[in-house]
């Protein structure tokens, strides 16, 4: 079969390619990025130079396949976040309509159920929305929990401060995901092509309160005292600022995390109790986390 992947190189894309042209799978992956296409070729797949901004781009690329995996690339530049992810969404469907594919997949995220109030997944949620006004074209959209990964962004606050935080409290609990699980499950998704309709599948590794997040991590770096500390919003929004990101991104980022304190992001996912989740746990991801921190 046919596939189209977007999202370049990336955590996900990346394992997902090569399982597919493993399989056997006619591959082309979509990147922005000209110097990516000769890696691409060595995976066995097609490179696509261009934008997901250019819907005659995309338009020309889907033609003839039949599926898709489609996921909004991350724009911290953008003046409105969740009017950009949306609006790249509806580019996605516009395309998908007019090149006749019939089978995707979605990278969204959970909380996506929330068409306000849970910062950039209020921008999947109309990501969702625009692919799911497709007739006659089956849709999956993935929700993975809060990527382990997202914690090497913290590494300096655990060797400089000696906490680990955000604007959420410790007893949280985090449903947590390694996107290599979210590769292996989409692999699963487009391989066997057998959904039907328009679905929602959670994706998720590990459920652990924030204050465990702490002690595991903590743990792997010889701080096994490493204690969760919950920010005031406003503080988690200077700090971000501080960091560089621009006061669109780090409000959005302060609402998301709003969302998680109050529960609302988890809702949807929390009525799924008896979902299997995915095989690679926490503390499998600590070592990676200590190797990082051990370089830095």
Request: proline share 3%; with cysteine; net charge negative.
């Amino acid at each position: 079969m046919k596939y189209v992947i977007t999202g370049s190189l990336g955590n996900i894309s990346k394992p997902l390619t090569e399982k597919l042209v493993k399989a056997g799978h006619q591959v082309t992956v979509i990147s922005s990025k000209a110097d990516k296409a000769e890696t691409i070729k060595a995976l066995g797949a097609i490179p696509a130079i261009g934008s997901v901004e250019d819907e005659a781009f995309l338009h020309q690329t889907f033609q003839g396949a039949d599926a898709v995996y489609t996921m909004v690339p991350p724009h911290f530049g953008a003046t409105d976040w969740k009017g950009y992810i949306g609006s790249i969404g509806a580019l996605y469907a516009k395309a998908i309509k007019s090149s006749g594919v019939k089978k995707v997949v979605n990278l969204s995220s959970i909380g996506a159920h929330m068409p306000e109030g849970c910062g950039p997944v209020s921008g999947l949620y109309r990501v969702e929305q625009a692919l799911d006004q497709l007739e006659g074209v089956d849709v999956l959209h993935l929700r993975p929990g809060f990527f382990y990964l997202n914690y090497l962004g913290n590494v300096g606050m655990v060797k400089n401060m000696n906490i680990l935080g955000s604007n959420y409290s410790a007893d949280v609990k985090m449903a947590l995901v390694d996107t290599g699980d979210i590769a292996q499950e989409a692999f699963e998704a487009l391989n066997k092509s057998n959904f039907t309709g328009k679905s929602v599948h959670y994706v998720v590794s590990d459920v652990r309160k924030a204050s465990e997040v702490a002690q595991v991590l903590g743990s792997a770096v010889e701080k096994p005292q490493l204690p969760w500390v919950a920010f005031k919003d406003e503080d988690a929004f200077g700090a971000m600022v501080g960091m560089g990101l621009s006061q669109e991104v780090a409000k959005n980022y302060v609402e998301m995390g709003q969302a998680i304190q109050s529960g609302a992001m988890q809702s949807d996912f929390v009525k799924h109790s008896d979902l299997k989740l995915s095989p690679t746990k926490l503390e499998n991801f600590a070592g990676l986390f200590a190797g990082v921190y051990q370089q830095n």
